[in-house]
T-cell receptor, first 112, second 110 residues
Framework: NAGVTQTPKFQVLKTGQSMTLQCAQD?????MYWYRQDPGMGLRLIYY?????TTDKGEVPNGYNVSRLNKREFSLRLESAAPSQTSVYFC????WGSGELFFGEGSRLTVL | SQELEQSPQSLIVQEGKNLTINCTSS?????LYWYKQKYGEGLIFLMM?????EEKSHEKITAKLDEKKQQSSLHITASQPSHAGIYLC??????????FGTGTRLQVFP
């Protein structure tokens, strides 16, 4: 089983460029999440989607947009990348309210 | 907003030793989750605690939630190199979004 798949795994951008991180899950989960992980900061929630058709802001949503394309897919877009967005991004999914999240392998983004 | 603080931030232990990681919440915990992250990989769910005083074990890892539901501890007995990684606690505060603590980096040397 693929579980949660993120693409790309690595990306280097210049300041001001845009890009979209893709995430897909094949576990029929309702909820999907985007987190970023920085050294010493743990995981911080960017946006989440409790169910298809809904999205909500997390702890650090500024500079990001999301789209819940369908039940399987949840994308994260950086419209104008900044060096402060250099991070490792994780997508996760879960059955709504379960607390047991299944994570992708992460996408390492560097903004120069 | 709820905040989770973990201690210690980093831990280096000799194989075979016991260790404890703590997670303290700024608000009452309604669900407390422990995850492990191997270096360079995504997180893996370990266990969930919901009731005050609850204790769960999986292999050599035991987690407890205190009676007041504001602190949890994760205890590893007879540590092994396979226990190395980053341990994170998470909480959902009766919403459907899960926030995490800052993590504890564990290294186990032979």
């Amino acid at each position: 089983n693929a579980g949660v798949t993120q693409t790309p795994k690595f990306q280097v951008l210049k300041t001001g460029q845009s890009m979209t991180l893709q995430c897909a899950q094949d576990m029929n989960h309702n909820s999907m999440y985007w987190y970023r992980q920085d050294p010493g900061m743990g995981l911080r929630l960017i946006y989440y989607s409790a169910s298809e058709g809904t999205t909500d802001k997390g702890e650090v949503p500024n500079g990001y947009n999301v789209s819940r394309l369908n039940k399987r897919e949840f994308s994260l877009r950086l419209e104008s990348a900044a060096p402060s967005q250099t991070s490792v991004y994780f997508c996760a999914s879960s059955v709504w309210g379960s607390g047991e999240l299944f994570f992708g392998e992460g996408s390492r983004l560097t903004v120069l | 907003s709820q905040e989770l603080e973990q201690s210690p931030q980093s831990l280096i232990v000799q194989e075979g030793k016991n260790l404890t990681i703590n997670c303290t919440s700024s608000k009452t915990l309604y669900g407390l989750y422990w995850y492990k992250q191997k270096y360079g990989e995504g997180l893996i769910f370990l266990m969930m605690l919901q009731k005050g005083g609850e204790e769960k074990s999986h292999e050599k890892i035991t987690a407890k939630l205190d009676e007041k539901k504001q602190q949890s501890s994760l205890h590893i007995t007879a540590s092994q190199p396979s226990h190395a990684g980053i341990y994170l606690c998470g909480a959902d505060g009766r919403t459907d979004k899960l926030i995490f603590g800052t993590g504890t980096r564990l290294q186990v040397f032979p």
